[in-house]
C-alpha cells in the first residue's frame, strides 16, 4: 500500500517547493524527486494521526466547491499575468489552498505538466474539480497564446455560476426550514399532545365533533405500526422517482415539466437560460467553435429541454443557417428576446457581446425573481404555519366548550 510522503525541494531556480508525493517507500519518492529535477531537502511521511483529514465521508470530505474552483482560476490568471510560470503557480496555489482533496488534484496537475502534459490535458483527468467547460476553455488559451486573459474571463463565468447557484439555495432554504419547522410542531402534537385529550375525552365520554375525531384518527395512525408502513410507502416512492428522472426519457420528461410550475417554472428557466448565454458567450469569446460550444452548452444548461433545443441548432448551424433561425423554432424555450439578440449579434459580428448581454439581464431576472419569492413566501408560510396550528388547537378544544356547556345545564 502507497504511503504518503510531505516533502521540501529546491527547483532549478533555487525556489522552495513544498507538497506530498505517494510512494512505497522514502527512497523511490526520492529517486523520484531526483528524476523531476528537484534537489531535494526533507522527505518525511504523513502523520498518521491527524484528526483534520483521517475523517473522510464519501461526497463530503473530498467535495470541491465551485467557488474554490473560481478563487484558484482567478488567482492562477494573475500568476500567469505577472510572468510566474503555469507550474510554479500551481504549486504556490496547492500549498495555500484549504481543502485537502483540491490541493491534492492541485498538485497531480503540476506534477502532469511537468511531466510534458498540457494544462487542458491535466485538468481533465479530474473531472469532479475542473468541468468540461473549463477544459475546453484552457485548451482554446493554449493554442491561442491568450491563457492569462482566458483565465480570467473563466474566472468570472464560473463567479457567475457560484453566485447562480447561491441565488436559487437562498430561494430554497426559507421555504424548506419553515416548512421542516411545521412538520416538527405538527408531529409533536399529534404525537405527544393529541393522545392525552384523547384519554380525557374517553374518561368523560360523549360524543366528539368531526374536526376532533379526524384529529384523534390521525394522531392514532401516527402512533400505530400504520406510521412504518406510510414512511416505508413515502421512502420507497422517492426511491422509484429519482431512479425514474436518473433514466433518459425520465429525466426529459421532468425537465420539460419542471419549466411549467407557475411559481418556480419560470424562475428555473431564467436559470438555465442564464447558464446557456453566459457560457456560449464565454466560448465564442475565447475561440471555441460554434459547433463545440453549442454542444457544450447543452451538456451543462442544467436542463435536459434546454440541451434539446441547442442540439437542434447545432445542427441548423452544421447545414449552413444562421443559429436564430433553429432557435427561433423553439420559442416556448428561447424566448423572443434571445433569438432577436442572437440575430442582431449575428449580423453584427458581436455574438458573444450580445450573448453577454442577454446572459447579465438573465442574472438580473433570477435575482429579482429570487427576491420577489422570497418576500410572497415568507407572509405565505407564516399564515399556512398559523392555520395549520390554529386548527388542532381548536379541533382539541372543540368538546371541552361541549362539555362545559353541558355541565352549564
Known sequence: ?????????????????????????????????????????????????????????????????????????????TMVDSGLS???????????????????????????????????????????????????LVQAGEVGGNLDEVLGSLADTIEKQAQLNRTIRSAMTYPTVVLSVMVIIFTAMIVFIVPVFQNLFASLGGKLPLPTRILITISKIMTSIWIVVIIAVVIGAVIGLRKWIATEDGRRRWDRWMLKPPVFGPLFHKVALARV???????????????????????????????????????????????????????DVIPTLVVQMVEVGEQTGALDG?????????DQEVEVTVNNLTALLEPLLTVVMGIGVGAMVISLYLPMFSYITLIHN
Not at 116 to 132: D, I, N, Q, V, Y
Not at 291 to 302: F, Y
Not at 354 to 362: A, T
Open 1 to 77: 500500500m502507497a504511503l504518503t510522503f510531505e516533502y521540501k525541494v529546491r527547483d532549478k531556480a533555487g525556489g522552495l517547493v513544498e507538497g506530498q508525493l505517494d510512494g512505497d517507500s522514502m527512497a523511490l519518492v526520492v529517486r523520484r524527486l531526483r528524476e523531476m529535477g528537484y534537489m531535494p531537502i526533507s522527505v518525511t511521511p504523513k502523520s498518521a494521526v491527524n484528526l483534520k483529514t483521517e475523517i473522510k465521508i464519501p461526497g463530503l470530505s473530498d467535495r470541491i466547491k465551485l467557488r474554490e474552483v473560481a478563487v484558484v482560476t482567478r488567482q492562477l490568471a
Open 86 to 136: 503555469v507550474v510554479r503557480s500551481l504549486g504556490i496555489l496547492a500549498s495555500q489552498v484549504e481543502n485537502p482533496a483540491f490541493a491534492r488534484i492541485l498538485g497531480e496537475v503540476r506534477l502532469d505538466l511537468e511531466h510534458g502534459s498540457s494544462l487542458s490535458a491535466a485538468c481533465a483527468k479530474h473531472p469532479k474539480a475542473f468541468s468540461e467547460l473549463f477544459c475546453t
Open 277 to 331: 448565454t453566459g457560457t456560449l458567450s464565454s466560448l465564442i469569446s475565447s475561440g471555441v467553435p460554434i459547433l463545440e460550444s453549442l454542444d457544450i452548452c447543452a451538456e451543462t444548461a442544467g436542463n435536459v429541454t434546454v440541451g434539446d433545443v441547442l442540439r437542434e441548432a447545432k445542427n441548423g448551424v452544421r447545414e449552413g443557417r444562421p443559429l436564430a433561425d433553429p432557435l427561433r423554432e423553439h420559442e
Open 354 to 362: 450580445m450573448l453577454k448581454k442577454v446572459g447579465e439581464f438573465y
